[in-house]
């Protein structure tokens, strides 16, 4: 099997969870697989993928195998593999611009990053390791509100001619901008801010359709969360939350029969507590009316690990970026990001979004 090239941009708790998965599927037969929503695309097992290059600005992790990096603090998700594969590569000193809040200086270090006194690289010298690692593919797992950062490492992929795979809420991917500067260089990108497998908002997608589907008319609904990772600690910083409330708000509003009215919706994080570590917690809650316009409420408390969450999505994107690759597409994939992201170029319901992505897979579909 054709082996699949990927970079790392943020050696947290997603890529942790991503490495060790790669590994623990590694020897999984199709009878025992649990977890995977596609276990061959075109040819690509999860155990095509190796990993070519990473970068991070936490000294505990800059200099450090891959293999270990992923379990050093502040990493908090579970660990469900210590066997990795295919991870030997040492993590790169990334650059820092808006990746790091300030205001995370004042916790303990145990639950925030060390940033790292090695010198920052230039963008020649990131697109020198892009290129020379062979990477292909360049998934984006930098903190919340990391525009400046992730438009530089966008900018690199291009000159490296690497897909992008965009993992946060900064909107590359549905930005008209960055998709023509993708398609005129036949780069696959596949964007923006990734979906968990289930989530609160496939959930809340879930439940809104369902309301529609059935003749209830909603009125109200609030998406709460909460959890004790970095991301949630990145995020009691408020001016970095305004793309992600933006990213999960519409994720839903365009679920709805009609557009909820501003003061009627509240999506998004709501606090920090340590000991939670990788599990979030998420309470939900619509209020509406059916039959004869007599109010229904309901109300909904999810609790999962957040990183193998985010995971099981992106070892699918990455295989899928490669299949357009393989097949000479690139610019925005319109499948596989209305599927896998919350905020695609174009939003379907999961259920549509899920047959354009087998279709896509099979060859039935373009992008």
Known sequence: MEKIRAGIIGVGNCASSLVQGVSYY???????????????????????????CAFDIDKR???RPLKEAIFQSPNCTKIFTKRIERADIKVNMGCVLDGFSKHMKQYNPDNTFIVSKTKQPDRNDIIKILKDSGCEILLNYLPVGSGEATKFYAECALAANCAFINNIPVFIASDKNWQKRFKDKNIPLIGDDIKSQIGATIIHRTLTSLFKERGVKLTKTYQLNMGGNTDFLNMLNRERLISKKISKTEAVQSMTDKRLKNENIHIGPSDYIPWLKDNKICFIR???NIFGDVPINLELRLSVEDSPNSAGVVIDAIRCAKVAMDRGIGGILISPSAYFMKSPPHQYSDFVAKNMVDEFISGKRLS
């Open 26 to 52: 590694s020897d999984k037969k199709d009878k025992e697989i649990i977890g995977i929503m596609h276990w061959d695309i075109n040819g690509y097992t999860p155990n095509a993928i190796e990993f070519a």
């Open 61 to 63: 992790k800059v200099g």
């Open 286 to 288: 619509m209020e509406g």
